[in-house]
């Protein structure tokens, strides 16, 4: 079946930091490859998403790349902030599936 | 439009009574899901809706849990004779058939005391 794995966290950097988290996904057909994020409090939001490979989904300074020989769409960022302290997490979606999510990398960003 | 909104935000009940969730949807999109998720975990999927027709229930939902989406608008999911193991939080999302982006709302917490 359709799977999502991601790296386990919490992973802790400082602000100004290069962010790498990893997610590699297993799927039949081509699905669609999101990142959510969620911040404390708040709900489960869209960051970013790619639905075919080769794509580059970027949002708020984030990106992911749709790497379909790798299986993968890993999350990067150049230059974290504080305010990006929150737990993001890979998804894919195969359109008429529902959405299966990874299970979750908690981000800590120090001043 | 506001987004997805669920009623309750909060919930706590004792083990063993009935509890109801409602779920309004962003009002032009036509598939809704429900999604639990524990602490430190990713959102399980539980159920979907495209309209008013329920097309998946995962294994995860035992018979005490039932979900209905009458009129393909809001949905109601209700969990009987609550256990322990059911606290968690309960989550509503929607999207378009034809992009699968979905919208979620803020979840309702379960607490079964």
């Known amino acids: 079946g359709n799977s999502v794995t991601q790296m386990e966290g919490p992973v802790t950097l400082s602000e100004e930091a290069f962010l790498t988290i990893n997610c590699t996904y297993t799927?039949?057909?081509?699905?669609?490859l999101f990142w959510y994020v969620q911040y404390p409090g708040e709900g489960l939001q869209l960051l970013l998403k790619?639905?075919?490979?080769?794509d580059k989904g970027s949002n708020k300074g984030f990106e992911a790349t749709y790497r379909k020989e790798t299986t993968s769409f890993h999350l990067e960022k150049g230059s974290v902030q504080v305010s990006d302290s929150a737990v993001y997490f890979c998804?894919?979606?195969?359109?008429?599936?529902?959405?299966?999510f990874g299970k979750g990398t908690r981000l800590h960003i120090l001043p | 439009d506001t987004g997805v909104s669920q009623d309750p935000r909060h919930k706590i009940t004792k083990r063993g009574q009935n509890v109801t969730f409602r779920c309004d949807p962003i009002?032009?999109?036509?598939?809704l899901y429900w999604y639990r998720q524990t602490l430190g975990q990713g959102p399980e999927f539980l159920t979907y809706?495209?309209?008013?027709?329920?097309?998946?229930k995962s294994r995860l939902l035992s018979d005490r849990f039932s979900a209905e989406r009458p009129k393909g608008s809001f949905s109601t999911l209700e969990i009987q004779r609550t256990e322990q193991g059911d606290s968690a939080m309960y989550l509503c999302?929607?999207?378009?058939?034809?992009?699968?982006?979905?919208?979620f709302g803020q979840g309702t917490r379960l607490t079964v005391v």
């Open positions: 998804a894919l979606s195969t359109g008429d599936d529902k959405i299966i």
């Open positions: 009002s032009e999109h036509n598939r």
């Open positions: 790619a639905t075919k490979a080769d």
């Open positions: 809706f495209q309209n008013e027709a329920q097309l998946e």
């Open positions: 999302a929607s999207s378009w058939v034809q992009d699968s982006e979905a919208f």
């Open positions: 799927a039949t057909g081509y699905p669609s």
